[in-house]
């Protein structure tokens, strides 16, 4: 892939991470990552502190990359993945993924994963 392309790609999720921090003050982060956990691009909200640090964010990124492959093979017999919610004590985290790249978004913990929320991610997302 060619330099060109590759600013292009990285500013279109860009692009797509920034609107879905404007829908909601509970969003704490939007990234992209590639099938391998590469971050592609990624926006945190400001004043917001990591909870991971540079390391832990690579590890995080690499695991779910590796969970979101084995998921693909499922996907033949179960259909497409919709989403994946994870829920902590301290955030939630809602995962997106398709065609080799994963969408990982940290919400506080006052918004509920209500369909109306995860269809306007969806929405930016496609």
């Not at 099938?35 to 640090?53: D, L, N, V």
């Not at 693909?72 to 994946?84: A, R």
Request: aromatic fraction near 10%; charged fraction near 30%; proline fraction near 3%.
């Amino acid at each position: 892939m060619d330099k060109v392309s590759w600013t292009k790609i990285t500013s279109t999720h860009r692009k797509k991470c920034e609107k879905i921090l404007k829908i909601s003050k509970e969003i704490r982060y939007a990234g992209v990552f590639n099938e391998y956990g590469h971050t592609i691009a990624g926006k945190i909200r400001p004043g917001i502190k990591p909870i991971f640090s540079p390391n832990e964010v690579r590890e995080e990124f690499f695991n779910v990359a590796l969970s979101m492959r084995a998921r693909e093979k499922s996907s033949k017999l179960l259909g497409d993945l919709e989403y994946i919610l994870i829920n902590h004590k301290k955030i939630n985290i809602l995962l997106f993924h398709k065609d080799a790249i994963t969408y990982y978004i940290t919400i506080g913990l006052k918004i509920k994963s209500t369909p109306l929320f995860i269809n306007k991610i969806k929405k930016i997302i496609t």
